[in-house]
């Protein structure tokens, strides 16, 4: 068994697809069916259908840039644009709940500050199935968030240098990525990471069976989560997607016992890449767990991993090797890989993270905020307490009066000097503080609470699956407060007096900033 370096894939044809599978595989199946993981039909054809009606109004969208634009006739006909599904659902690994991320392509005349942000902005506002619609312009991908027909999507925007993009583009083509601007190449790399991960594996159907299978095991074990310093969707596709790629007659089963053997040994920080030797190595490979994207020279999967996480995840990928390594025995169970992590169990104190706003919309805005930025106050416990697990599940004190949301941490010490967690938060105050958040500002409080405090009625030890959790992001949200908002009409750089839509101008001077 390899336990460092990377490997090479070899090709090997699916033939294990075709014949029977042993009874583990079987069982592992059941289990993933009978915990809903799996999407309906119905739910395959309304994603199916929201895809191609964003296709049908990107069109529309492309072809009003290019008559503003003034570009003759012929090429307005000619023009076009399109959508690109990525993440889970462009992987085949999403489920009833999952959100769409759906990459935007468009020609070299359509800005992304005016056309995408303003222009294709107020167009969906105005369609019926649209709602919520979002600008999310300063994360490190600026994209538009909105829900269609119920469903979230988060969308994008990668600009190429071609007057018309085909809707097969290959994102792999060097001549489509030639001159592109930096945002355009961050946003294209998730499609194309994508692209290159289904090209690869032997078999789509155990990758994507496989993929599920970690997926469901790093969330009720705690260790899913990029902004709590886990792994995020595609540390797991990568890190699926290598041992698929080098076991000849693999099953589900003997895949998720080899997943959990590879990387419980696996000699950090050496890098765990889709294709040996592709690009010559530079420098050391960044974080403490660096997993390498297969779309091009020394780009690394965005990590948040600290000390404490990395600790963790390797203790769960070593206690699954374990509860895996006799899969093949008669009286095996599935359910010991899945059972959710005692957080009450295991931790005498946690860290509590109190999170509260006015109403929903804000608290949604102010939660989302707050996480983006949770890196930073976990690497500060950490240099207070030395060590910190981050329970990403979300809880709710029903008894409050204002809407919230509360994180426990769990801190691994016997005794506690409690005040010590006021410089904490001051400290994490000023990095809230110091951001580009724009919407109400909520209140933030941080306490040390023991393991006999936890709320009784949502146990950190149970499965918290049927809670809503707020989406991890945030967006910039503008009072309609008439002294404090005013519509400005933005003009087209290319049509003279035509006014491509409103932006909301706010004055920030007489907000409060109570936290």
Not at 14 to 24: R, V
Not at 43 to 68: C, F, N, P, Y
Not at 186 to 207: C, D, M, T, Y
Not at 364 to 391: A, T
Request: with cysteine; charged share 20%; net charge positive.
């Amino acid at each position: 068994m390899r336990t460092g370096g990377a490997t090479r894939y070899k090709g090997f044809p699916p033939s294990m697809s075709e014949k029977l599978e042993d009874e583990p595989s079987i069982s592992l199946r059941q289990l993933m069916a009978n915990e809903g993981i799996i999407p309906s039909l119905e739910d395959r054809e309304k994603r199916r259908v929201v895809i191609d009606r964003l296709r049908m109004i990107v069109v529309r969208w492309v072809k009003t840039v290019a008559w503003k634009r003034r570009l003759p006739q012929h090429q307005i006909d000619a023009t076009n644009a399109t959508i690109i599904a990525y993440g889970s659902y462009g992987l085949g690994v999403y489920g009833s709940e999952s959100d769409i991320d759906a990459l935007l392509i468009g020609p070299f005349f359509a800005s992304m500050a005016e056309d995408f942000f303003i222009g294709l902005r107020d167009m969906l506002i105005t369609r019926r199935e649209v709602s919520e619609v979002h600008c999310v312009k300063d994360a490190k991908v600026p994209l538009i968030r909105f829900k269609f027909d119920g469903i979230l999507v988060d969308l994008p925007y990668a600009q190429l240098r071609v007057l018309s993009v085909p809707h097969n583009v290959d994102v792999l083509n060097p001549f489509f990525l030639r001159d592109i601007d930096e945002t355009s190449w961050k946003s294209l790399s998730g499609v194309r990471a994508n692209k290159f991960i289904l090209q690869l594996v032997p078999s789509l159907e155990l990758f994507q069976s496989l993929l599920r299978c970690v997926k469901l095991w790093a969330k009720r074990r705690g260790v899913y989560g990029n902004l709590n310093g886990f792994l995020g969707g595609v540390h797991m596709a990568v890190l699926a997607a290598f041992v698929c790629g080098y076991e000849r007659n693999a099953t589900l089963s003997s895949l998720l016992a080899n997943f959990f053997n590879t990387f419980a040994h696996w000699q950090w920080p050496i890098p765990v890449m889709l294709l040996d030797d592709t690009y010559p190595a530079t420098g050391s490979p960044p974080g403490l767990m660096p997993i390498q994207l297969p779309c091009g020279p020394h780009q690394f999967c965005n990590s948040n991993i600290t000390r404490s996480t990395f600790y963790k995840i390797m203790a769960e990928f070593l206690r699954g090797h374990n509860v895996t390594k006799d899969y093949l025995n008669p009286n095996f169970s599935w359910k010991n890989l899945f059972e959710p992590y005692p957080y009450a169990n295991t931790y005498t104190w946690f860290t509590k993270i109190h999170l509260s706003a006015a109403n929903q919309e804000d608290l949604s805005n102010w939660v989302g905020w707050v996480k983006s930025r949770f890196r930073c106050l976990l690497l500060k416990i950490e240099e207070v307490y030395g060590f910190c697990d981050p329970n990403p599940t979300e809880y709710v004190e029903t008894y409050a009066k204002q809407p919230n949301i509360v994180f426990y941490w769990g801190l691994q010490l016997r005794t506690i000097n409690v005040s010590d967690i006021e410089s904490v938060e001051t400290n994490f105050l000023k990095n809230l503080n110091s951001g580009s958040f724009q919407g109400p500002v909520g209140r933030i409080h941080l306490s040390v609470v023991k393991a006999s405090q936890l709320p009784r009625n949502s146990d950190c030890a149970s499965d918290n699956r049927s809670k809503k959790v707020t989406r991890t992001c945030w967006r910039i949200r503008i009072r309609e407060d008439k002294q404090q908002c005013k519509n400005v009409p933005v003009y087209s750089k290319h049509l003279p007096g035509y006014v491509v839509g409103y932006e909301k101008i706010h004055h920030r001077e007489d907000e409060g900033t109570e936290v």
